[in-house]
């Protein structure tokens, strides 16, 4: 029971302890958002490969169009600057300003895949 005029120190915070909290939710943020860009970059590559795949079986039996040919070059392209990014989204902890204020790598263009949408149908509902 507390009595008035009495101060519960037990329910002091201080500048120093705001700036500690302060400091570790900034530091949760800038993690959580760096592994939502690696997730988002590992997806993107693994989808990206399975259609480099699929069209490389096409060209090693021979039965691969120009157009996939011309798909898989494209996709050669866009794949290498995916795993570009997600290279430098795994220098980000290095830089000086980690998690104050990370300098981001610029995100790639999402391909349009066809024949591998990026959502199922479940997904989209």
Known sequence: MATAGVIDWS???TAAMKATAAAVEH???AKADLTARNAKAVTQIARI???VDTIGFGVDIGEATEEDE???AALAVTIKAWKTY???LGKVTTQPTWYQAPVWPTEPPIPEIVAAPMLSATETI
């Open 11 to 13: 329910k002091l915070i």
């Open 27 to 29: 530091l949760a943020q």
């Open 49 to 51: 490969q399975d259609r």
């Open 70 to 72: 011309a798909e898989l």
């Open 86 to 88: 997600k290279y430098a």
